[in-house]
C-alpha cells in the first residue's frame, strides 16, 4: 500500500475535478478524500496499491475536460488506511 499527498493548481474548480476523481478512484479501487481549498486549488490524500496511486496521480495532471492543471505537488505520507473515498464539500 502506498499514501500521497496531492496539492492541484490551476483551473481546478468549477470543473467537476472531484466529482471525476472520485469516480476514477472508484474504478481503481483509490480511498482518502478530495477537497477544495480556500485559495482554489484541490487537495487530497490518496491510498491504495502502488500501481493505482501512481495511475490516480498521472491523472491528476491533466484532470477532466475543463481543467487545466498547472502543478501537482506529491508527497509520501505515512500508510493510511481508509474505507472509502469521500468528496469533501467544504473548507
Known amino acids: 500500500m502506498k499514501t500521497v499527498h496531492l496539492l492541484i493548481s490551476g483551473k481546478v474548480q468549477g470543473v467537476f475535478?472531484?466529482?471525476?476523481?472520485?469516480?476514477?478512484a472508484e474504478k481503481i479501487n483509490i480511498k482518502g478524500w478530495?477537497?477544495?481549498t480556500p485559495d482554489e486549488?484541490?487537495?487530497a490524500i490518496i491510498?491504495?496499491?502502488?500501481d493505482d496511486v501512481n495511475n490516480f496521480t498521472?491523472?491528476?495532471?491533466?484532470?477532466?475536460?475543463?481543467?487545466?492543471?498547472?502543478?501537482?505537488?506529491?508527497?509520501?505520507?505515512?500508510?493510511?488506511?481508509?474505507?472509502?473515498?469521500t468528496v469533501?464539500?467544504?473548507?
Open 34 to 36: 478530495i477537497k477544495n
Open 88 to 91: 469533501i464539500r467544504n473548507y
Open 58 to 85: 498521472n491523472w491528476c495532471y491533466t484532470g477532466p475536460q475543463g481543467a487545466e492543471v498547472t502543478d501537482v505537488i506529491v508527497s509520501q505520507q505515512a500508510k493510511t488506511s481508509f474505507e472509502k473515498f
Open 41 to 43: 486549488k484541490v487537495e
Open 17 to 24: 475535478f472531484r466529482e471525476s476523481a472520485r469516480k476514477l
Open 47 to 50: 491510498s491504495g496499491e502502488e
